[in-house]
C-alpha cells in the first residue's frame, strides 16, 4: 500500500478549466438560482420542440407538481436521434455493444433511428399508442435501448425491469403496471453463464390479463416454441420490413416518459414517474457539462440500462448529446479482471462512469490491469450509486494517469438527473461529491427543515424544483406527497450528509430502511417480507452491514415458526428462498436463526438495535424497547 500522504484538494488543469461548459461555476451557480428559468430555458432552446414553451416552470407549492417546458410540444426520440440525423450526423457511431461473450455490434445514429422506427412500427401494430404502457424486460443489448427509445417515439410509456430480477419480482411489477406489451428476450448472458430470460418473463406473466402480446427478441436465436401471446421478433419485422417512416408522436409537459421501480421503506417497490420533456432537458443539460460531452467522445457508462442511471446517461442523456455510447452486457471481471480496461483500451473511451464498487473491485484486482494500457483518450471518470471512499478516488486517479477528474456524482431514481457532481472546472475533495449542479437548490437540514452549519450532519433536502424531478408515484400520488411532506415543502431525499466549510457535500449514507448493496437500492422491508414467505419464517429483520467492497451487504435476522424448531431451515436455504423471490441482488449475505427480534412497545422492530449490536456500537436509547 502506498503510505504517502494523499492531497485533499485536487485542482483540475487550468487549460480544461477553461475549455469546459461551465468555466466559471461560483457565477453561474448564482445567477441560475437567481433565475432558474432563465438558466433552464437557454439550456432548453438547444433542443427541438415542434411548439416551443410559452413558460419554462408552472410550481404547484400545494401538489408539488412541478410542470416543466408548459406549452411546448416535442419528442425525447425525436430530439435523441432523428435531431442528429437532420443535423448531418447519421454516419456518427451512437451506440457500441459490447456483449457479454465478447460480440461487438455498432450502430450509426442512422441505423439506431431505422431499426427504432421498425420497432416502433411492430408496437404500432400490437396497438400501442400515446399513453399505452410497455413493459421492457431485456439484458443490456442494443434491444433493451431500441425498444425504450420506441415507446418514447410512440409517446407510450416504457418500465424497463433490470432482467437479474426474479419472476416474482418481475410479476409484482407487471401487476402495478398493467402493460400492454411485455417485450422479452430468449435469454441473457451473464459470466458466460446463459439465463432463460423468456421463461422467467413466463411465469411472471402468468395469468395477468393486461398482457395482449409479448415480444420475445433474439439474444441467442428466435425461440423454438411460442406460447400463445408470444410473438418472435423476427417475424414481426419481417411483418413491417416494407413499412415507411414513423414520425415521433409530439408530447406536452405531462405526458409521462417512464415509470421504474425503486424500493423504498415499505414492502412494495413504488413506480416512480418521469415525463419526456422535463426529464429530457435535465438530462440533456447535466449530461452535456458533467461529462463535457464532445463529438469526439466515447463514452462508457458501466450501469444496465435497466436501473435509473442507464435511462438518464446510457440512453437518454448521452444521445440527446449526440454522444457515441459504449454500453457493455458483461461483468467487469469476466472473462478477467481486465475487462473494463481492454474495453477503454479497445474502443478508445474518454469518458468512464463507473460505481464505487466496481472500482473497489478494480482496485482489488490490482494495478497490473490498466498498467501499461494505452488510456490516452481518457478526458474525464465518473462515479455513482453509493459515497466513493478517497481510498478508491485515489487510486482510480492514479492509475489513470493523475489528471483526470473525478465526478462523484450525486442523484436518485427520483431525481432523474444529477444533483450534486464536481464540473470538469471545479476543484474536487476526494470523499465529497462536490457542490449542486446550477440550477439545484440542496440542502442539509435538522428534522424540522432548518440549514445546518457546516460540519454538522443532517438530511439532504432540495429545496426548489428541477426539471427531470419524478411526477408522481404510479397509482400513489400519496407516496408522492410524503417525499415533499417530511420537511414541509422540500424535496425529502432521504440521505444524510454533511457539507464543510467551503459548501462542498460529504455524503454518509440512507436515514431510512433503505440498504445499498454494491449500488442497488433494497429496502429492508422488502426482504424482509420476501423472508416471511418462507413456511418456516415467523418473523424477520434486515439491515445493511458495512462492507469493504460492496458499501454494504445485507444481514437478515429470522425467528422461526415453533413447529420449524425441529428442523431449521439452512441458512443456504434461506438465501435461496430470498434469492428466487426478489432475485441475485436481494440474496442475503449473512443469515442469523434467532429466538426473538428487538422490537417497540408498539411492535415496530428496531433494527437500529440489531445494527449496534452487529458493529458492537452502543445500542443507544432503549426506553421504547419492550422488553
Ligand atoms: C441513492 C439513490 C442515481 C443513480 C444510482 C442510484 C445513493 C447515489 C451517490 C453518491 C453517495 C449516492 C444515495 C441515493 N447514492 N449516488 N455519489 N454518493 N451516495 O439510484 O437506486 O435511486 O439510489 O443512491 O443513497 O439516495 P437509486
Redesign the pocket.
Known sequence: MDSSPKPSLFVPDPETARGSRIPDYETLYAASVADPESFWGNLAKELHFTKAPRKILDWNPKTFEGRWLVGAEGNICDNALDRHVRDGFGNKVALIWAGDGGEEELFTYGRLLDQTVRFAHILKKLGVGKGDRVTIFLPPTPGQVIAMLACARLGAIHSVVFSGFSQAALRSRLEDFEPKVLVTADCAYRRGKRIPLLETARAARKGLTSVEATVVVPREGPPESLEPGERSLTDLQTEVRFAGPLPSVPVTCDDPLFVLY?SGTTGKPKGVVHVQLGYMLGTYATARTIFDLRDSDVYFCVADPG???GHSYIVYGPLLNRATVLLSEGTPEYPDAGRHWSLIERHRVSVYYSTPTTIRLQMRFGDSWPAGRDLSPHRSLG??????NPEAWHWLHRVTGGKLPIM???????TGMIMVTPLPSTPEKPGS?GRPFPGVVADVVDSSGHTLPSGETGTVVIRTPWPSMFRTVFRDPERYRKYWTEIPGAFF???SARRDEDGFFF?L??VDDVI?VA???LGTAEIESALITHPKVAEAAAIGKPDELRGEIIKVFVVLHPHAADTPPAHDEIRKHVRTELGGIAEPHEVDIVISLPKTRSGKIMRRVLKAREMGLPEGDLSTLED
Open positions: 425503486t436501473w435509473i442511471t462515479s455513482v450509486g453509493e459515497p466513493l462523484d456524482t450525486w442523484w436518485q431514481t427520483e461529491a431525499s432521504g440521505d455524503f449514507g440512507r445499498k449500488g442497488h437500492r
